[in-house]
């Protein structure tokens, strides 16, 4: 994964999450919880991903270190 795309799903994280919060006035002041680490940035998005889908979550989040390495996912709960 290139510079460019980490920062670019960086960035539509912080979109969607802040496009979440302003829409829910209920949301303003949910804050993340941390769900668990994951191998890669892949599986931890099709993780957030599952949450969201599932309705179990209203956004999340995944943040990582390293290109390759671990990353951690937060959700805000539903």
Do not use: H, I, W
Not at 8 to 18: D, K, N, Y
Not at 19 to 30: I, M
Not at 42 to 64: E, I, N, P
Request: with cysteine.
């Amino acid at each position: 994964m290139s510079f460019r795309k980490a920062f670019s799903a960086v960035a539509v994280a912080a979109v969607v999450s802040g496009g979440a919060l302003a829409v829910a006035p209920g949301a303003q002041a949910a804050t993340f919880t941390y769900v668990g680490v994951y191998p890669t940035a892949a599986a931890c998005d099709a993780a957030g991903r599952a949450y969201v889908s599932s309705q179990q979550a209203v956004v999340y989040f995944c943040d990582t270190t390293t290109e390759t390495g671990p990353a951690r996912l937060s959700v805000v709960l539903r």
